[in-house]
């Protein structure tokens, strides 16, 4: 895990995602591989507001299913072109995203999160109800695949895994570079105390809005993603539940990490994947396993983790502290001996 932590391993990361589609059995493996790289830049977006700012956004599914629907939209009834529809579907997220985070963001503690369930339930009602726009409970089928960059195609399904994973990886590269700028600091102030943040001079209203565009941008491209995978669209991407599936993926990786919510959510869909053959019942089994971790490793598993190297590193250093004090005070007791048997 230490490894992990430097570009060293950043790198070994990528080389063996890159090397996934070689050694995999078959197509399926590399689906699901690509739909869990899908929610992981969703999920990234979802740590930035809450792992970093402190705000629980539970509409992010909401948003990811808005970014889904207008590529979808644009490009099956209005042929618009996948990849100006791609940035249209961003675009459109981060708009609404200031929208709702104006009025939203207003509201502290579990009153914003009661006020973003609330949006992203208006949001699914909105796509099932709007069949004129949304198609409604149809859904939209026959969206592309996505287009052809210069000589490089996307009709095959692992074409489509390498794609995603580009996005994943310079996903990853620009949180990185955010959370450890002086923005991301201020993010992580507000986090800490909105008294102590204000002192400091930070916008309170500014930052967190800032947090939240930028988190359902991530969410909007992830949507626009997820519907050139699977190039069929219904109400039920836009349901709470994939929310909670993010939630869950940053418990079980970390929140407030950068490796934490990407290794939730590769975990988690194969996790689920293995206990298909239960169907409904599969929870009876997920759902205890995930109660005992938050218990005994409330920080996930990268968060608990640094949170160990920390307290040693700490340990570390105290002790490094306490030779030098040690060394001074067993050199001063000779001379005050000499000095009384002089006397």
């Given at each position: 895990?230490?490894?992990?932590?430097?570009?060293?391993?950043?790198?070994?990361?990528?080389?063996?995602?890159?090397?996934?589609?070689?050694?995999?059995?078959?197509?399926?493996?590399?689906?699901?591989?690509?739909?869990?790289?899908?929610?992981?830049?969703?999920?990234?977006?979802?740590?930035?507001?809450?792992?970093?700012?402190?705000?629980?956004?539970?509409?992010?599914?909401?948003?990811?299913?808005?970014?889904?629907?207008?590529?979808?939209?644009?490009?099956?009834?209005?042929?618009?072109?996948?990849?100006?529809?791609?940035?249209?579907?961003?675009?459109?997220?981060?708009?609404?995203?200031?929208?709702?985070?104006?009025?939203?963001?207003?509201?502290?503690?579990?009153?914003?999160?009661?006020?973003?369930?609330?949006?992203?339930?208006?949001?699914?009602?909105?796509?099932?109800?709007?069949?004129?726009?949304?198609?409604?409970?149809?859904?939209?089928?026959g969206i592309p695949v996505p287009a052809a960059i210069g000589p490089l195609g996307f009709d095959s399904v692992q074409a489509q895994y390498y794609l995603v994973l580009a996005f994943l990886a310079l996903g990853v590269f620009l949180m990185h570079r955010i959370v450890t700028s002086l923005l991301g600091r201020s993010f992580m102030a507000v986090r800490n105390s909105d008294a102590l943040a204000e002192a400091l001079g930070i916008n309170l209203m500014r930052t967190k809005v800032l947090s939240f565009v930028l988190s359902v941008g991530y969410a909007g491209f992830a949507g626009a993603l997820y519907a050139g995978q699977?190039?069929?669209?219904?109400?039920?991407?836009?349901?709470?539940?994939?929310?909670?599936?993010?939630?869950?993926?940053?418990?079980?990786?970390?929140?407030?990490?950068?490796?934490?919510?990407?290794?939730?959510?590769?975990?988690?869909?194969?996790?689920?994947?293995?206990?298909?053959?239960?169907?409904?019942?599969?929870?009876?089994?997920?759902?205890?396993?995930?109660?005992?971790?938050?218990?005994?490793?409330?920080?996930?598993?990268?968060?608990?983790?640094?949170?160990?190297?920390?307290?040693?590193?700490?340990?570390?250093?105290?002790?490094?502290?306490?030779?030098?004090?040690?060394?001074?005070?067993?050199?001063?007791?000779?001379?005050?001996?000499?000095?009384?048997?002089?006397?």
């Amino acid at each position: 895990m230490k490894a992990l932590q430097g570009k060293t391993g950043w790198m070994l990361l990528l080389a063996l995602a890159i090397a996934f589609p070689l050694v995999t059995p078959n197509s399926y493996y590399l689906t699901v591989m690509t739909l869990a790289f899908i929610y992981a830049i969703a999920t990234l977006g979802l740590n930035l507001i809450t792992g970093y700012t402190g705000q629980l956004n539970l509409a992010h599914g909401g948003f990811m299913a808005i970014g889904a629907y207008t590529l979808g939209i644009l490009t099956v009834d209005h042929q618009v072109p996948f990849w100006l529809a791609f940035v249209l579907a961003g675009a459109l997220c981060m708009v609404l995203g200031y929208v709702v985070g104006v009025v939203s963001l207003r509201l502290k503690g579990h009153y914003f999160s009661i006020f973003t369930m609330c949006v992203g339930y208006i949001i699914y009602l909105l796509i099932e109800k709007w069949e004129s726009l949304t198609h409604g409970t149809v859904g939209l089928i026959g969206i592309p695949v996505p287009a052809a960059i210069g000589p490089l195609g996307f009709d095959s399904v692992q074409a489509q895994y390498y794609l995603v994973l580009a996005f994943l990886a310079l996903g990853v590269f620009l949180m990185h570079r955010i959370v450890t700028s002086l923005l991301g600091r201020s993010f992580m102030a507000v986090r800490n105390s909105d008294a102590l943040a204000e002192a400091l001079g930070i916008n309170l209203m500014r930052t967190k809005v800032l947090s939240f565009v930028l988190s359902v941008g991530y969410a909007g491209f992830a949507g626009a993603l997820y519907a050139g995978q699977v190039r069929f669209l219904g109400p039920d991407i836009a349901r709470t539940d994939l929310t909670f599936d993010m939630v869950m993926s940053m418990l079980v990786g970390g929140i407030g990490t950068l490796f934490g919510p990407l290794l939730g959510a590769v975990l988690v869909p194969w996790i689920t994947q293995s206990l298909q053959f239960m169907q409904d019942y599969r929870m009876l089994v997920f759902g205890p396993v995930l109660v005992l971790l938050i218990i005994f490793v409330p920080d996930g598993i990268v968060g608990s983790y640094l949170k160990k190297q920390a307290r040693k590193a700490a340990a570390e250093r105290r002790g490094k502290l306490a030779q030098p004090s040690a060394a001074s005070s067993t050199a001063s007791v000779p001379t005050t001996r000499a000095g009384a048997d002089h006397a």
